[in-house]
């Protein structure tokens, strides 16, 4: 394979005429300075290059039109292993996708060769979906009125955190000394990942009694503010064709205010309270109020839990002010106050029989799930922290790699390691 792929590219350097390579920034002819050897690295190993380099007398630069054509840099990975070991590193740490690399493919590479790969390429994952969000965010847009849509889309999004790397500047090591161990990450040094998941509710499978999936989901991440979400998401969903003029927007959340801030945007739209949520706030008072493992409180909060599965919240409500004591300082008072503002405040999403009727589902646990496999799987192993263009260039890739959108890269112009 190796034998034969030297023999392509010398018939692609045959092809190449001396007299058509001109000056990148004047425009001039550039003459040729005689041919030097390079290698780069390949799925097969090791190609031995010979590329002529050309240069511009006026404006000092030189070009290899042969190493541009092929998309290599010399001493590099090519573009195909980069994407492969891009991939191994964006499945394991960094240090075992440089052993798999060598037992898969047989060629010897470093823990930052792999780092690079993932750098490169999830750069530009993130600036092709960064363009994706701003297309479709253009108001010269075309209307999601031309495209019929499904009739529902369901929209789950949530936010887990991530530590991040305290460092006024990057470590090196001093000869053969070991690196310095990196400062503890203090309060505060946490970024929230925010992700996002959008289903079809008639695709949704029960493979077996009790277990829910999907057949098709797509997930968008973003290491930044809630706005920058929900553009990924809007932009996601005109990409998919899953926003038509009359589709409904079903926006599951678990009631932070940064979400339904943001639910706004769609003019048809359901929200729900996670359901799960809700019974959650019921526990924290039944645990205070009748003790931990309790029976009386499985049983009290088994009941709430079942009316507002049945859609009487009004009926939880009456219930829950009926138990308030008449000591104003009370601690269960306090509490109990807390949980009937947040049912009260959230009643208009908390209609579960309607949404079970329709097909909607009540809980969020497609977007807890999508949190665990982006995140949690890669990026929040013991002892890992990142910094911000690292976290969103692994974020970028593993929604490429999770959407089944690999290929993708294929497309995409590598960031140059020689600027």
């Not at 960094?94 to 052993?99: F, I, K, R, T």
């Not at 088994?302 to 009370?330: F, M, Y």
């Not at 959230?346 to 977007?367: F, P, T």
């Amino acid at each position: 394979m190796l034998a034969r792929l030297k023999e392509r590219v010398a018939a692609v350097d045959a092809l190449q005429s001396e007299h058509d390579v001109a000056c990148s920034r004047c425009g001039e002819r550039m003459h040729s300075k005689g041919r030097r050897s390079c290698f780069t690295l390949v799925r097969f190993g090791k190609l031995d290059l010979r590329p002529q380099t050309f240069r511009c007398e006026g404006c000092k630069v030189s070009r290899r039109p042969l190493l541009e054509q092929l998309g290599v840099e010399a001493g590099r990975l090519s573009g195909a292993l980069a994407r492969l070991v891009a991939l191994l590193g964006v499945i394991v740490p960094y240090e075992q996708a440089a052993q798999l690399v060598l037992l898969l493919f047989g060629v010897q590479v470093s823990t930052m060769t792999v780092w690079r790969s993932v750098q490169r390429l999830g750069t530009a994952a993130e600036k092709y979906t960064e363009e994706q969000a701003r297309f479709f965010g253009d108001p010269c847009h075309e209307s999601p009125g031309t495209s019929p849509g499904p009739l529902a889309v369901v929209l789950g999004v949530d936010g887990c955190a991530l530590g991040m790397q305290v460092r006024p500047k990057r470590r090196r090591r001093k000869g053969t000394e070991p690196m310095e161990a990196l400062p503890p990450v203090e309060e505060g040094h946490f970024r929230e990942v925010k992700t996002g998941v959008l289903l079809l509710p008639e695709e949704r499978v029960e493979p077996s009694p009790g277990r829910r999936s999907v057949v098709r989901r797509a997930l968008v991440t973003c290491l930044g503010n809630a706005d920058q979400i929900f553009e990924r998401l809007w932009a996601k969903l005109h990409q998919m064709s899953w926003l038509g003029a009359n589709t409904v927007v079903v926006i599951v959340g678990d009631g932070a205010e940064w979400i339904w801030n943001r639910a706004e945007m769609f003019t048809k739209r359901c929200e729900i309270l996670d359901f799960w949520h809700a019974v959650e706030k019921a526990w924290e008072f039944a645990r205070t109020r009748h003790g931990q493992g309790s029976a009386v409180a499985d049983q009290w909060v088994a009941r709430i839990a079942k009316d507002l599965r049945a859609g009487q919240v009004a009926a939880v409500i009456s219930r829950l002010e009926a138990l308030l004591p008449t000591t104003h300082e009370s601690e269960h008072r306090k509490l109990l106050e807390g949980l009937i503002r947040y049912y009260r405040s959230h009643c208009e999403r908390m209609r579960y029989d309607e949404y079970l009727r329709l097909g909607y589902g009540i809980g969020s646990g497609a977007v807890e799930s999508s949190h665990k496999q982006v995140v949690h799987a890669r990026l929040r192993q013991a002892g890992m922290r990142w910094s911000e263009l690292g976290a969103r260039h692994l974020l970028a890739l593993r929604v490429l790699l999770l959407n089944g959108q690999w290929s993708l890269l294929d497309r995409m112009q590598m960031t140059s390691l020689a600027a």
